[in-house]
């Protein structure tokens, strides 16, 4: 979908919030379409992305007073869900998990290398008993 005028005026509205915003009819009226087609067009992923596009430009004056409440919403709710978005917002906890694993040249754990490991342990705790 190429986005034309009248989708850049039903983004323009959509992304309002509820409160604020015209109804669905009206916003249909001032496009030149009609509601089903506003139904339509969220669908589309080019106009979805679009509008949250908009959404995050709407909102952008907002959000270093929202990251600053962050913390101490945590704090005096002790809410740990927002304690690890605070910590995911100031690049402190991450949802990446790494694993490394240290494996010997035949792909598989060396059993000989194992039973000499044992017998030296025991060996050395019938020597120090």
Aim: proline share 5%; aromatic share 4%; glycine share 4%.
């Amino acid at each position: 979908m190429n986005l034309e005028t009248k989708h850049y005026t039903a983004i323009r509205y959509l992304s309002l919030p509820p409160s604020e915003r015209p109804t669905l009819a009206e916003i249909a009226e001032e496009c030149g379409v009609t509601p089903s087609a506003l139904y339509q067009w969220r669908q589309d992923s080019i106009f979805e992305a679009e509008l949250k596009r908009q959404i995050v430009r709407n909102n952008v004056d907002d959000l270093p007073e929202l990251i600053a409440l962050i913390p101490k919403i945590a704090i005096t709710e002790k809410n740990a869900a927002m304690a690890k978005l605070a910590l995911q917002v100031h690049g402190m906890l991450s949802d990446k998990v790494e694993v490394s694993t240290t494996a010997t040249s035949g792909g598989g754990t060396d059993i000989a290398a194992l039973k000499a490991r044992i017998e030296a342990l025991k060996e050395r705790r019938t020597t120090d008993e």
